[in-house]
């Protein structure tokens, strides 16, 4: 059983900063690509960053360009979201997915699988 377990998240003021983690368990974690999605209240999920099973493919909404840093530890079953310079418009719920398509251009989720998520609020 497919387990991903969020954390790292909390509430900051604009321009502060959260690391987001992911341990990922029940599967073969260094032969798929990862992704980080949000949900806003009222709106749909929205893919944020995926990275592949060897980090050679790294995908940015463009929102969060220049702010956002992806990176995983293959050896620990882990991915992480570095976000910075936070902005209202952050505030979501994130979650991390396993086994994504993952393109220089988008990040969709091969499954309809997810963690409990990890609550970001960002106050002005």
């Known amino acids: 059983q497919v387990q991903m377990v969020e954390s790292g998240g909390g509430s900051v003021q604009a321009g502060g900063s959260l690391r987001l983690s992911c341990i990922v368990s029940?599967?073969?974690?260094?032969?798929?690509?990862m992704g980080w999605f949000r949900q806003a209240p009222g709106k749909e999920r929205e893919g944020v960053s995926c990275i592949s099973w060897n980090g050679a493919v790294i995908y940015y909404i463009d929102s969060v360009k220049g702010r956002f840093t992806i990176s995983r530890d293959n050896a620990k079953n882990t991915v992480s979201l570095q976000m910075n310079s936070l902005k209202p418009e952050d505030t979501a719920m994130y979650y991390c997915?396993?086994?994504?398509?993952?393109?220089?251009?988008?990040?969709?989720?091969?499954?309809?699988?997810w963690g409990q998520g990890t609550q970001v609020t960002v106050s002005s």
């Open positions: 029940g599967l073969n974690f260094g032969v798929y690509a």
């Open positions: 997915a396993a086994d994504v398509v993952c393109t220089p251009g988008m990040v969709m989720p091969v499954r309809d699988r």
